[in-house]
């Protein structure tokens, strides 16, 4: 049933970057062989799944929406694939998304943009738009994202579904085309917060092949979705979060969903994180210096495109060529910033400076963490705007992640979910619901309270 959902509207939304039909068929096959003889079954059997083509999948192409790795067959499962396989999850394909998760629009794929399916003439939100969509057109009913400023989560506002950006650590980045690896960080995708719980589930989780991975028990988020509860619970509202620049209709359901906390039973303070002003500075030295090393590997010997190899050119010529061809602007530009920030005489006044500021915002989500249990926001300023408005405004393009970044820079956990539609465009809303590291489940239990 999904696959003839995505033979009937992937065309216009363009979710996919590739449809695996006769993986999906021959793996709903192998679930159906296994129930009839009475196998146990993992705790996801049957159910379908887009994945983000970030994740490698053994056999099936991996491009991570860019040139440079077209024609790339993984020999190697990474191990949210794995997980996923071994929960008999029946994986449809890999997601759209913005040149290696560069970017806030899906604008940056290098095989064309994805629409939003709320107006197919907006974007679907970033770099995860692909896994989103797939969701909120019904091609998918759980999806995998990955969210280094907000990937996950800011799609899901966008397109009115549920996103987590789990701990960091808690989600293996074994086979995770890397972005910036201190930042990036694998979570579910669903339409519902106790979809995204059943996944999450599967997906975490200790994993020796990631030294970053958390050795310590997934938390009880499943247990937490099925029991929604803020009675007593102290819910602080990020002052630093509003005012200018924030669309008015996205203040309005924001504020209704405070409401609404309070009416739960929650207690609810005003919070101020002075630091958060600077996030958005500090991760843009940050996560294009790690992705300026992380992108080296991409010489043209190792994987996928190469371009010049004619014999009338030496290797360096044809490492140069290849990237030239391979990498789009995006991509560039944060290598020629990161590489930058990194060269000596300036390491110290950018990146140094930018890991200070990075110290202080987890200083202040340590403060607030001491006074409440949950912080909330809204997870974008605007709701989803349409395509090509921003594209040729880095700037503009970056404040959509104004409210999600300061997570990933302190490695805490968090959550989108749908708080109504916006009154002057009828486009959704996402509530941001933030928890301290290792307390994934309190997200869940907001979440489902709020739902
Ligand atoms: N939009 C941010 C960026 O372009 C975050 C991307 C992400 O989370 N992968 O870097």
Known sequence: AHLARIDAVDEKVHAFLHVDREGALARARAVDAKRSRGEKLGPLAGVP???????TTEGVPTTVGSRILEGWIPPYDATVTKRLKAADVVVLGKTNMDEFAMGSSTENSAFGPTGNPWDLTRIPGGSGGGSSAALASYQAPLAIGTDTGGSIRQPAAVTGTVGVKPTYGAVSRYGMVAFSSSLDQGGPCARTVLDAALLHEVIAGHDPLDSTSIDAPVPPVVEAARNGNVKGLRVGVVKEFGGEGYQAGVMQRFTESVELLRELGAEVVEISCPSFDKALAAYYLIAPSEASSNLARFDAMRYGLRVGDDGGHSAEEVTSLTREAGFGPEVKRRIMLGTYALSSGYYDAYYGSAQKVRTLIKRDFDAAFGQVDVLVSPTTPTTAFPIGERADDPMAMYLADLCTIPVNLAGNAAMS???????????????????????????????????
């Not at 799944?49 to 994740?55: G, M, S, T, V, Y």
């Not at 109504?420 to 309190?442: K, W």
């Open 49 to 55: 799944l887009a994945l983000k083509d970030i994740f």
């Open 417 to 451: 979910l749908p708080c109504g539609l916006a009154p002057e465009d009828g486009l959704p809303v996402g509530l941001q619901i933030i928890a301290p590291a290792m307390a994934d489940d309190r997200l869940y239990r907001v979440g489902a309270a709020v739902e």
